[in-house]
């Protein structure tokens, strides 16, 4: 593969470094997502997902997130900690996830979803666990 190849943002993300670079990484490798924590890539993790099913709950402490809706429907829902909001993103709407907010998404048709996510501090939760920590709060 020449250095400018075109690449398909599905099967290629791209690490964008804070000194500026583009490292490409293999998303299509079988243990791609397991791998990712270990990695420990600061900067932006950036790419192409299809959303076929409804997301766990997520924060991202080390920035915000920009998320892009390129084909389908997906409901971002925004857990401020006393009230939620939502926000639908459809072919072009874009919605930028503030710092430190828990947010999941909700596959109201399936889609593709183009993503700008700060790492590596992400933090994930499941619906249960999400549920019975804001009940305690």
């Known amino acids: ?3 400018h190849a075109s690449l398909d943002p599905q099967q290629t993300f791209l690490h964008l470094a804070p000194d500026g670079d583009a490292v ?5 490798a079988p243990d791609f997502w397991q791998s990712l924590a270990e990695r420990n890539l ?3 993790l950036t790419g192409v997902v299809h959303l076929g099913q409804d ?6 402490p080390g920035g915000d ?3 892009v809706g390129l084909s389908g429907s997906i409901e971002i829902i925004l857990d401020h900690g006393n009230e939620t909001e939502s926000a639908t993103l459809e072919h072009g709407r874009m919605c930028v ?3 430190g907010t828990w947010h999941r ?6 889609g593709r979803l183009l993503f700008a996510t700060p790492g590596p501090t992400t933090q994930h939760r499941s619906l249960t666990e999400h549920h019975q920590l804001r009940t305690l709060d």
């Open 1 to 3: 593969m020449t250095e």
């Open 24 to 28: 490409r990484l293999d998303a299509s």
């Open 42 to 44: 600061v900067g932006r």
């Open 55 to 60: 997301s766990h709950w997520e924060m991202h």
């Open 65 to 67: 997130e920009i998320l």
């Open 97 to 99: 996830v503030p710092r």
């Open 105 to 110: 998404l909700v596959v109201n048709e399936p």
